[in-house]
Every structure is written in structure tokens, then in C-alpha cells.
């Protein structure tokens, strides 16, 4: 996934925002990628355009070379569905059914038959075994969003897109969760971008982007990660 000169304006005149100026980044596959910044520096709107929610002034989003802005809103949308995987900072779950449902909700909107291996695979992966009869409400924030992550993989994504995904966890249950970020891509080869706010959970991905006005400040390879 690649970024080519991502332009966003908002509003005109002198209510004029340039939320992002010709950002270019790549995304290498496999990848744990944070994006750090002051609010307001442009994180989410970098990531809502790279993941296709919003449309950029100018510039290109290339998935396997493809510019997503290339495809009809029909074909954009089902290739959201397919090739992307969303997290929230809100866990987004449906109430009236149940976590196993929940979590193979994606496919099942996608008309596609649901291949079992693979949801018990990340099922067990994300520890939620025991967890599949159970409603949303009796679960905890860190075990809602473990299934949000496992909703996020439910379509094998390319791209796996978080927006603050522990700014609703108190620091202990946000360490447990991006570990299990960490996981899915150790076992899975998943690819995350992750907008946080957060520089120790920064500290802990492969890649650390921070902006600054809509700019990208620095790429920094955080190399030897740590535990
Ligand atoms: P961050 O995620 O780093 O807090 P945002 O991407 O949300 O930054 O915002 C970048 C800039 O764009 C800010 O100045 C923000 O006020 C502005 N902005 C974001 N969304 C909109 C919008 N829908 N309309 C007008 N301005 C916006
Ligand atoms: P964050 O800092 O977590 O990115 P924000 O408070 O910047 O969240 O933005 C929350 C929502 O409000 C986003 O959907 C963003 O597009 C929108 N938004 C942000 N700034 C503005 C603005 N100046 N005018 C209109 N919408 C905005």
C-alpha cells in the first residue's frame, strides 16, 4: 500500500485546512505500522483516506499498484469490505448477536461461505474461545476489542486500518491488546496501520510515522522491537 502526494483540503477561503500536503509513505506488507502526531496534524484524515472512507484533493492511494480513487464508489466499497479491516477506538459491536456472529459478520454480508479453519484459527489466536456464545455486554472493553480485531480478519484483509484503537483502555488492558496486534502479525503476516496517540504503544510497532501539520515529520524504523 503506497501513498503518492496525498492532498486533503478543507472547507475554502480563509476556513481553508490543508489537513495533509502531498504526503508520500509506503507501506511495506507485514508490517506493524504506528502513526503518531499532535491533534490535528492530519492522522486521521491520512488514514481515512488511505483506507478509502474519504477521498483526497489530489494525489493516489495504490493497493498493488492500483489507485483505489480509480475504481467506481460501488467497486471502492467492495473493495473496503474485502481487502481492508477496520478498528475503532468505539468496539462497534452488535448488541442482539452473538461474539462468533459478530465476528464472522464481514464475510457473511459479503454473501461468502465462512471458512471455519481460519475463524477458529484467529478465534484462538486472539484467546476467544471461550468467549463465542457470549453477548457483546458481558464482555470487557480489552475482550470487546479483541473481537473487533477478529471482525477486522474475518476477510483475510491486506490491510489491517486501527483508529486509536486503545484510547478507550486504561494502559494494562491497551498493552494486552496491541500485543495481540503484534500477534496477528507474527502468525498471520497481517498488516496494520495504527493512528495512536499513545508514544510507548508507538514505541512497540515496527514503524513509527509522526506528523506535523499535515506533514510526515519522520519515518522511523524501530528495528529490534521491543517486548
Ligand atoms: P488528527 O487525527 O491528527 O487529530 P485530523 O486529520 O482529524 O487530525 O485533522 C487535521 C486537520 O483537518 C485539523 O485541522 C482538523 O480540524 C481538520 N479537519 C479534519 N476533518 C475536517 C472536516 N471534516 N472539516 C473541516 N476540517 C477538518
Ligand atoms: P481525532 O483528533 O481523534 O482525529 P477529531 O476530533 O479531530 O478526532 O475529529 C473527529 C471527527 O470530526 C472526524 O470525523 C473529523 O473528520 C471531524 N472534524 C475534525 N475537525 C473538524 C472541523 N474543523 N470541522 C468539521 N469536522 C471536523
Redesign the pocket.
Known amino acids: 500500500l503506497k501513498t503518492d502526494k496525498l492532498t486533503k483540503i478543507y472547507g475554502r477561503e480563509e476556513n481553508k485546512v490543508e489537513a495533509l500536503k502531498d504526503v508520500s509513505i509506503s507501506v511495506e506488507k507485514g508490517k506493524f505500522i504506528s502513526v503518531i502526531g499532535p491533534?490535528?496534524s492530519g492522522?486521521?484524515t491520512l488514514l481515512h483516506c488511505m483506507a478509502g472512507l474519504d477521498t483526497p484533493t489530489s494525489g493516489k492511494v495504490l493497493l498493488n499498484g492500483e489507485n483505489i480513487f480509480d475504481l467506481s464508489d460501488n467497486r471502492l466499497s467492495v473493495l473496503r469490505r474485502r481487502n481492508f479491516g477496520f478498528v475503532f477506538q468505539s468496539f462497534n459491536l452488535i448488541p442482539v448477536i452473538d461474539i462468533y456472529d459478530n465476528i464472522t459478520l464481514p464475510v457473511s454480508l459479503d454473501n461468502k461461505s465462512i471458512d471455519k479453519d481460519y475463524i477458529s484459527e484467529i478465534i484462538d489466536i486472539l484467546g476467544l474461545k471461550d468467549k463465542i456464545k457470549r453477548f457483546p455486554n458481558e464482555l470487557s472493553g480489552g475482550q470487546q476489542q479483541r473481537v473487533a480485531i477478529a471482525r477486522a480478519l474475518s476477510n483475510k484483509p491486506d490491510v489491517i486500518f486501527a483508529d486509536?484503537p486503545t484510547g478507550n483502555l486504561d494502559s494494562k488492558t491497551a498493552e494486552e491488546v496491541i500485543k495481540f496486534f503484534r500477534i496477528c502479525v507474527e502468525k498471520l503476516g497481517e498488516t496494520i496501520v495504527m493512528v495512536t496517540h499513545n508514544e510507548e504503544v508507538a514505541f512497540t510497532t515496527d514503524i513509527c510515522i509522526t506528523m506535523r501539520d499535515g506533514e510526515i515529520l519522520s519515518k522511523r524504523d524501530n528495528g529490534e522491537r521491543k517486548k
Open positions: 491533534s490535528g492522522k486521521s486509536e
